[in-house]
């Protein structure tokens, strides 16, 4: 465990308030700390505030969505909507992915590569246009901040998470408690964890499922895209000191009209790049809590493991007539991983048995995510 500790400030007349006490990290066998941006340090009264911040619904336009109403605790931090919806009913074009262990991730987005912290990445459900999530913009953020100095209890939460600053409750400062209580969401307490450790024991489908997961066995291919201790999700960040190579794949989900194309709307890494052979690309997701974090792939169009794995097994999927028609199996900029891929009925049946064993039921009780305050 790493303590981050502050300086402490001097006496009641020496100018702000002390800094706060630093934090300790509670932390899954063989996880380092995640990184921590300078300008953010963990303590213990911003976390608590990122908490509450996290499930108020105060933070949007109209007070009715919190950050926890598309990440609930219960879901592994999504939904279980398809596609997310945001606070003026707009529905985002794509799933709402977990937030657990977000913390290491290097990518943060489905296709975007560029945020590169929780920080950076909360300012587009906060401000974000198309789509609307949180519905902040410069006509109400004031009244939305007013709203917060109005409550009882967070102009004094503010003063002791930034115990530095004369004047802590604006913006900058929301989006950064609620990023320190994101990093706090670990978890790698699952019964695959638990084999690992020795602790308990997988079945025989369970075993090999397993192994054609990791290609001790088969042709499955699955960490390939989906590896490191998070099993996909991009990049692994400070698990051992390196940060991985962030996994962007075209998995045949569309080839409209057999160009290659995807749904205007949901055309993946091609939408930042520019380049063509980025069209379809999208982040490989954590597998962590699979079973709890229904329906799947970017744009939620999948709704059972085991039709996941059919998908992949067939190598794209093939729409028929209408404005989608065309054959994914042959859209030009497919990973040529998934043509590799060959798992009959029984191994999708093992690998399924697997992916549910990577689920921690303890994230959706564990009382340091829970909302705090009884609504």
Known sequence: ALVLLAACGGGADAGPPAEPPGWTWSLPPGFAPPLVPADNPMNTAKVELGRRLFHDARLSVNGTLSCAGCHAGALAFTDGRAVARGATGQNHPRNAPSLINVAYQATLDWANPAPRTLEQQMRTPLFGEQPIEMGVNDANRDAILQRLQSDAQYPTRFAQAFGGETAPLHWDNVIKAIAAFERTLVSAGSRYDQARAGTATLTDSEQRGQALFFGTQGAAHCAQCHGGPNLGGGAFVNIDGRVGTPGFHNIGLFNINGTGAYP???????????????????????????????????DGSIDTLEAALALHAD???????????????????????????????QEQADLVAFLKTLSDASVATDPRFADPVAR
């Open 264 to 298: 205007a709307s949901n055309r993946g890494l091609i939408e930042f790049t520019g380049k063509p052979e980025d069209m379809g690309k999208f982040r490989a997701p954590s597998l962590r809590n699979v079973a709890l974090t229904a329906p799947y792939l970017h």
């Open 315 to 345: 190598g794209g999927r093939v729409f028929g007539p209408g404005p989608y028609a065309g054959d994914g199996r042959a859209n030009p900029y497919k990973d040529p991983l998934i043509d590799q891929i060959r798992i009959d009925a």
